[in-house]
């Protein structure tokens, strides 16, 4: 097999050792030679692996992008590491399984869900889809009634102080989610 496959010290992607030239019947052997174990749709880990689950939900979900809760963690705009792992997909997606796994999900028409899309390496040094600090601010605000006020409050603060903070483009994506004149009162308010 080739190391390609193995990837996050010890977690095994099904698709990619099909891309390297694996059979089913190699596959399904070293799975079972090496014990690994199935944690996800065509993911497999090495029992005493520590597992990432961000990188899990990607493989399982490939069309998500985590947003809202997580992208507020992961930019720094939130204290708190969030209770639910947050994603959006796109209207129509059946997201039953996703909610039944206890994942919180958003949706959005199809046209908008790659807007402010950005791959981020996550704290285990995976990459993954996630929204950049703009699309997060406007959904944040588009699901305003979703958070408790300090929290909100909070992550227009910290976006604030942000040096790296683009608000040509905030106000860009404000346009398209048409929150463009609440971001605006805020950031005046706040700049």
């Given amino acids: 097999m080739n190391n390609k496959s193995v ?3 010890d977690i095994l992607l099904r698709s990619e050792a099909y891309a390297d030239g694996m059979t089913k019947k190699e596959f399904n052997q070293y799975v079972k030679d090496n014990n690994f174990e199935r944690v996800g749709y065509g993911v497999y880990a090495n029992p005493d692996t ?11 979900c490939p069309h998500a992008v985590f947003s809202h809760d997580e992208a507020l963690y992961y930019h720094g705009l939130a204290e708190r ?4 792992h947050t994603l959006t997909v796109y209207t129509g997606y059946n997201t039953k399984r996703l909610t039944e796994s206890g994942f919180k ?8 869900i790659d807007l402010g899309k950005i ?25 305003r009634k979703n958070y408790e006020i300090q929290d909100f409050q909070a ?3 910290f976006y ?32």
Avoid: S
Wanted: charged share 30%; net charge positive; glycine share 2%.
């Fill in 7 to 9: 990837i996050n010290h």
């Fill in 119 to 143: 791959t981020v390496t996550d704290f285990f040094g995976n990459t993954v889809p996630m929204y950049d600090m703009e699309r997060t601010i406007c959904d944040l605000v588009r699901n």
């Fill in 105 to 112: 999900v958003y949706t959005v028409k199809k046209e908008l």
């Fill in 160 to 191: 604030v102080k942000k040096t790296d903070k683009n608000l040509n483009q905030l106000m860009k994506y404000a346009k398209e989610f048409h929150v463009d004149r609440i971001i605006r009162n805020y950031m005046e308010v706040l700049l």
């Fill in 81 to 84: 590491e969030p209770i639910q």
């Fill in 50 to 60: 520590i597992l990432d689950d961000l990188f899990i939900i990607h493989h399982r």
């Fill in 155 to 157: 992550a227009l603060k």
